[in-house]
């Protein structure tokens, strides 16, 4: 999943960021109107959360925007994370588009959990999902196949979450990257190439993710 955080305060942009790779999450920061509106037209977030006091603009303003401007690319859900805690402007805030409103100073913890439920929004699974052998939990970012727990890296957890939100799709290596990856990510690299390797290694035969030549890659929704 990938997340715009549109915060001016550096320190807790960065604490903030931190925390959320550390939860397998890509996230792009933007500091700025005009930043979070040049990421706003170049990418397909599956979360944004927004700060509404910018240096340049008002992020209420931007997020009016998502309904209105054809060019910008609306995100999945969004979130405003604020220090504006009067019920007019609670009121406000999702009046302009907000899925949720979160007041700070909050516990990270909090957020998270805020995120999980956004990206569960329309999914009956809740926090666990499963894909024939395939078991993961996004609670305690634990993965088993038949029972046996999997060894993963934060970014290989990624992989395989979006794989099992989208299965028997088939994906190319453009919609990993743009939705496991962050900003910095190289196109160029083969870095979705190596990460996939390995998720593949750790999850054993018979192989569950299976090359579409020319096209993508595919989880196998079906019992293998």
Known sequence: MRILLIED????????????????????????????????????????????????????????????????RRPRRTIVLTARDAVADRVAGLD????????????????????????????????????????????????WRSGAELDLTPREFSLLRYFMHHPGEVLSAEDLLEHVWDSHANPFTASVRVILSRLRRKLGEPALIVTITGAGYRLRAEPS
């Open 9 to 72: 305060d550096p320190d807790l942009a960065e604490l903030v960021a931190l925390g959320l790779r550390n939860e397998s999450y890509a996230v792009d920061l933007a500091t700025t109107y005009a930043e979070a509106e040049e990421s706003l037209l170049s990418t397909a977030y599956d979360v944004a959360c927004f700060d509404l006091g910018l240096p340049d603009g008002e992020g209420l303003d931007l997020l009016r925007r998502l309904t209105r401007d054809p060019e910008l």
């Open 96 to 143: 302009a588009g907000a899925d949720d409103y979160l007041v700070k100073p909050f516990h990270f913890a909090e957020l998270v959990a805020r995120v999980r439920a956004l990206s569960r929004r329309g999914d009956a699974r809740g926090t666990t999902l499963s894909v024939g052998e395939l078991t993961l939990d996004l609670a305690t970012h634990t993965a």
